[in-house]
Structure formats: C-alpha cells, structure tokens
C-alpha cells in the first residue's frame, strides 16, 4: 500500500476521533464519516469557474440540497410502503392529505398536493380503484366530484403510518432538536411562498416569479 494513502487514512481517522471522544464508533460510523467528508468537498464553484458561468452559488447549493433530499425521500418512502401494496409514493401523501377532511373536490386535492392536474387525476384513480377512496357527486357543482376517504383508506392510512413515521425519523438524519425546529422554521417559510407562487403565478415565466422575491 502506498505510504500517502496511509497517511491519508490515517488522518481521516484522527479527525474522526477527534469528533467522537467520548464514545466507542464502529468501522460502519468511519464509513460514512468518509462519506460525509467526500460529500462535503463538492463544491458547486467548480462548475462556475470551468464554464464562466454567472449564477447565485448559495441559492443554487440550496437547490440541489432540496433536490436531492426528495429523491432520497422518495426512496426511502417506498421502501416503507412495500408491505401496504395498495399504496405507492404519492398515493400516500394523497391519502395522508384526505385525512384532515370529510370530502374535497379532486381539484382542491390535487391543488393541496401542489400537482398538476393529469398527474393527480391518474393517483385519485388509482386509490379509487384500490378502495382508498370514494367519488360523489358534489352538489354545489355539478361539473366536480367530490373524495372522501373508505373505511379501507383509513385503515390503510393507520397501518402505513407506523412505516411513514420511520421514515420521517430517518429524514431528519443526526439532526439535534434545535436544528430540527430552525430546520422547520425555514421550511415553512419557503412553503408559504412556494404555494403562493403555485397558487397565484405558476403560469408565469420564472423572470416574473424572480421579481417576488
């Protein structure tokens, strides 16, 4: 073995001691403090200056961090859901969504779960058909109908959420308690104006939704 390479590792474990000193990690605790060591060296400057490009470097990482944590989400979410075979990603978040209410229009449901319209259309039919949900004629409109949730859906919903609440758990990481609430506190705010946006602007182009901020 190379002497660096040596070196190097042996470095990475002095830093990692260092970090854990009153506590007795495993070989799995130094694997992934590598992993989070290489994660954190990417650096989206380096993209800025091979291409010249003129861009927003913190608003951009925050993008991809964003990004990224849905996917990972997704992934995880799914695992979670491979014993409730009548439930897939976002069939969940439309039943867990329902729950709050008696019965919603589809279009007030799909506009909750920030959709396009195609694409809720086709998850509302899929819990329909599963038995999740129910259609009725709405009475104020005779062009809408109305959801609710089956005596099926919620016991579904029941039994998934003891998965679902893993997951949740997961997602928050080695996160401390007052990083978990500022976490929060940020993400809220960035919702609310999201869903404005999403409410009121999503026809318009991304330079006029710039002007907003």
Known sequence: ??????????????????????????????????????????????????????????????AKQVIMLGRYSKQLIRKSLENHATLVNEDFTYLFRMMDYDSLTKMQLIEKNAHEKQTGIEIIKRLVKNGLFA??????????????????????FLESMQDITKVSKIMCGRLNQKEKESLLS???????????????????????ILKLI
């Open 1 to 62: 073995m190379e002497l660096h390479l040596i070196i190097e590792i042996l470095t990475e474990l002095d830093a990692f001691q260092q970090n854990h000193p009153s506590s007795q990690p495993s070989l799995e605790d130094f694997r992934m403090h590598l992993n989070q060591r290489a994660y954190q060296k990417e650096n989206p400057r380096n993209l800025t200056d091979k291409f010249d490009l003129d861009v927003y470097d913190l608003e951009n990482e925050i």
């Open 135 to 156: 259609e009725s004629p709405d009475e104020n409109d005779k062009r809408s109908t109305r959801i609710s949730v089956t005596e099926k859906g919620k016991k579904v």
């Open 186 to 208: 940020s993400l809220k705010k960035l919702n609310t104006f999201h869903h404005t946006v999403y409410s009121n602007f999503r026809n318009e182009d991304t330079n006029e």
